[in-house]
Structure formats: structure tokens, C-alpha cells
């Protein structure tokens, strides 16, 4: 089986801080990664692809993934009590179909 | 805008129905998949199809079954509803191809079995 780790939190910071998001991933194949912001009730919503080591950067989201030590890691600048969600890890199979999910990191930004 | 649509929001049923669940992508995607998601245990693959009339098993398919019969929809069945199939059930697709492309998700079903 295929692990996705992260800490499942909660994660608080206050409101202008940077939320700094955890995964890591035990398949060395694997070649996408992705991560999904989840409001409680709701169903996942995409926030970012990475697919090369290095940083991806849009609008107040950084995705950083070094495969080397199997680690992706989201960034949250400037963080608003709207971020307040459990944010999901995922990470393809090579050749597969499916990805393997993380069981999130549930994050709260205080006013 | 990738839209991904199921029957319900809400379903209450009782044990020993079947029941269906139905999933309708508008993106032209080869993959589908269903998930249910409980507390604690994260989101769990039941079946995934990467064309029409093909499925694969995932990581929890008994007492499920799925049938694909076109493209855009694609359909958990649930043999006999039981307790312990009370759920929010999520429906996601994508792309396809040797390389997962990103799995874009459907608003999800509350699934109450009394």
C-alpha cells in the first residue's frame, strides 16, 4: 500500500501569517502531486499541481516538492481565516490511474 | 469550467435497499472514480473506471458495485445499503492516460443508511 503522511493538525496561525503544510509520500515513482483545500461539509477543490522538483508559485500558494526526500509541502502566504480547511496531499501511482491520498492537515487561521 | 455533478446532496435510506448514486461529468474525461470519505479515515477509493464499460476494483469494493455505460456517467450501486454504509460518497474524473492527470471532484452525497 502506498502512504501519504501528514500531520493532521490542527495547524493554527494567526491571520497575515504563513501556513506552512506537510506531506510526505512513500512511492518513488510517483510523478504528480497534487494539493486540495477542503471546507468542512464540502467536497475537494484543486489548488495546485507540482510535477518538477522546485517551487510553484500562485498567488498567495507556494507547492514545493523535492522527490529526492519524497516530500511536498504547501505554503500559505499572508494567510486569512477564509484558508481555515483540511488541506489534502495526493500523489499519483506511476502508471496507475488513482491517486493516493493523505488524510489532511487541518489548518485554522485566527483573526 | 470542469463541472462534475451528482444525483444528491442528501440521501436517507434503509438497510437491505439498493440504492444508486450517479455521477456526470462534462468534461470529456477518460477516468472516473468513486470515494467515500468518514472521520478519521480519510478518503478511500471503491471503483474507478478509465473507459466505458471498464472498471477496476479500488482499495474498498465490497458491497459495491459501478457501471459505466457512457463517457460522462458513471454509477455506484450499492447491493444492499448497510449501517456501516454511511458515508459522504465523492465522485471525481480526469483526464487519463499513463500519467494521472488531476482529479477534479463532484459536490459529494451524504449517504444516511437507517
Known amino acids: 500500500q502506498k502512504e501519504v503522511e501528514q500531520n493532521s493538525g490542527p495547524l493554527s496561525v494567526p491571520e497575515g501569517a504563513i501556513a506552512s503544510l506537510n506531506c510526505t509520500y512513500s512511492?518513488?515513482?510517483?510523478?504528480?502531486f497534487f494539493w486540495y483545500r477542503q471546507y468542512s461539509g464540502k467536497s475537494p477543490e484543486l489548488i495546485m499541481s507540482?510535477?518538477?522538483?522546485g517551487d510553484k508559485e500562485d498567488g498567495r500558494f507556494t507547492a514545493q516538492l523535492n522527490k529526492a526526500s519524497q516530500y511536498v509541502s504547501l505554503l500559505i502566504r499572508d494567510s486569512q481565516p477564509s484558508d481555515s480547511a483540511t488541506y489534502l496531499c495526493a500523489v499519483n501511482e506511476l502508471f496507475g490511474y488513482a491517486l493516493n491520498f493523505g488524510k489532511g492537515t487541518s489548518l485554522l487561521v485566527t483573526p | 469550467d470542469v463541472k462534475v455533478t451528482q444525483s444528491s446532496r442528501y440521501l436517507v435510506k434503509r438497510t437491505g435497499e439498493k440504492v444508486f448514486l450517479e455521477c456526470v461529468q462534462d468534461m470529456d474525461h477518460e477516468n472516473m472514480f468513486w470515494y467515500r470519505q468518514d472521520p478519521g479515515l480519510g478518503l478511500r477509493l471503491i471503483y474507478f473506471?478509465?473507459?466505458?464499460?471498464?472498471?477496476e476494483k479500488g482499495d474498498i469494493p465490497e458491497g459495491y458495485s459501478v457501471s459505466r455505460e457512457k463517457k460522462e456517467r458513471f454509477s455506484l450501486i450499492l447491493e444492499s445499503a448497510s449501517t456501516n454504509q454511511t458515508s459522504m460518497y465523492l465522485c471525481a474524473s480526469g483526464g487519463g492516460g499513463a500519467v494521472q492527470d488531476t482529479q477534479y471532484f463532484g459536490p459529494g452525497t451524504r449517504l444516511t443508511v437507517l
Open positions: 512511492d518513488r515513482g510517483s510523478q504528480s
Open positions: 473506471s478509465y473507459d466505458v464499460k471498464m472498471k
Open positions: 507540482i510535477y518538477s522538483n
